[in-house]
Nanobody
Framework: QVQLAESGGGLVQAGGSLRLSCAAS????????MGWFRQRPGKEREFVGS????????HLAVSMEGRFTISRDIFKNAVYLQMNSLKPGDTAIYYC?????????????WGQGTQVTVSS
C-alpha cells in the first residue's frame, strides 16, 4: 500500500520560498508518476505538476512555470516541490499524489496535505 506524507508547509511572506517534501513508501515507484496538487480556499483542487519517477521528467502547470520546480530523490524515496516568488494566491493545501503511469490521479494514492500560507 502506497503511503505519502507531505511536510514543509508553513507561513511565508510574499516573495519568499518554501520547499515541500513528500516521503513515499510501500512500493517500488519505478512505474509511478508522482504529482503535486493544491486546493486554494473556496476553489477546486488543481494540478501543480508531476515527475516521472523512473526518468525524472517533469511537467508543470503553465501558471507554475518559472516559479515552481519538482524533483525527486530515488534513494530517499522522496519528491520535492520548490516554490519561489510565492504570492498570496499560492495559499493552499498542497497534496502529494502517486499513480501508476497511464492511470488517472483519482485512482492513485494521496497524502494528507500540508498547508501553505503566503502573507502579503
Amino acid at each position: 500500500q502506497v503511503q505519502l506524507a507531505e511536510s514543509g508547509g508553513g507561513l511565508v511572506q510574499a516573495g519568499g520560498s518554501l520547499r515541500l517534501s513528500c516521503a513515499a513508501s510501500g512500493r517500488t515507484f519505478s512505474s509511478y508518476i508522482m504529482g503535486w496538487f493544491r486546493q486554494r480556499p473556496g476553489k477546486e483542487r488543481e494540478f501543480v505538476g508531476s515527475i516521472t519517477w523512473s526518468s525524472g521528467f517533469t511537467h508543470l502547470a503553465v501558471s507554475m512555470e518559472g516559479r515552481f520546480t519538482i524533483s525527486r530523490d530515488i534513494f530517499k524515496n522522496a519528491v520535492y516541490l520548490q516554490m519561489n516568488s510565492l504570492k498570496p494566491g499560492d495559499t493552499a493545501i498542497y497534496y502529494c499524489a502517486a499513480t501508476l503511469a497511464g492511470s488517472a490521479w483519482d485512482h492513485g494514492s494521496w497524502g494528507q496535505g500540508t498547508q501553505v500560507t503566503v502573507s502579503s
